[in-house]
């Protein structure tokens, strides 16, 4: 069974930034995964991330994406476009994921990436919790990272209520 790597990444000191993180949060706690499935915070770590990203074969990567849709669209991200996530523009994050990608196919292993992000309505305020909008669209968020995880060849249930 291939690895699947489920990262939230973005700063969660900065309201809709922190979308990633929190969608992570929202699968571990209503889902349990097959073995071959990972969810991990990834905040802002950058490059410190090379580890966790070389161990997977998929990496499925959850954040705040700046596209041209309205606040809340849910992204689906690969290739070229990736760099609309923020965590492929270097603006909170520390580095540039696309970078931290590179280093991995330089040190032999890079995961297929793909990004499930939402338009954030606020990523600039300072505020733990996400805009009403954002944790209106963490639904479809959550459902389309659960697809591309089925997609790749892992499996979830859901967490009794």
Do not use: W
């Amino acid at each position: 069974m291939p690895r699947i790597l489920v990262l939230g990444v973005g700063n969660i000191l900065f309201t809709d930034e922190g979308i990633g993180v929190r969608c992570v949060e929202a699968l571990e706690r209503s889902y349990t995964f097959s073995d071959n499935v990972t969810l991990m915070d990834g905040g802002t770590l950058g490059v410190k991330l090379m580890g966790p990203l070389m161990e997977s074969e998929v990496a499925i990567i959850c954040d705040a994406v700046l596209g041209d849709g309205p606040p809340g669209t849910v992204y689906r991200l690969l290739g070229e476009d990736l760099r609309k996530s923020l965590a492929f523009r270097d603006s909170m994050h520390q580095t540039d994921l696309v970078d931290t990608l590179t280093m991995c196919e330089l040190a032999g292993r890079r995961p297929a990436a793909v990004v499930i992000g939402m338009e954030p309505a606020d990523y600039q305020s300072m505020g733990v919790e996400l805009s009403s909008v954002a944790q209106g669209a963490m639904p479809a968020m959550m459902r389309a990272v659960l697809e591309e995880i089925a997609a790749a060849g892992g499996s979830f249930s859901p967490n009794p209520s």
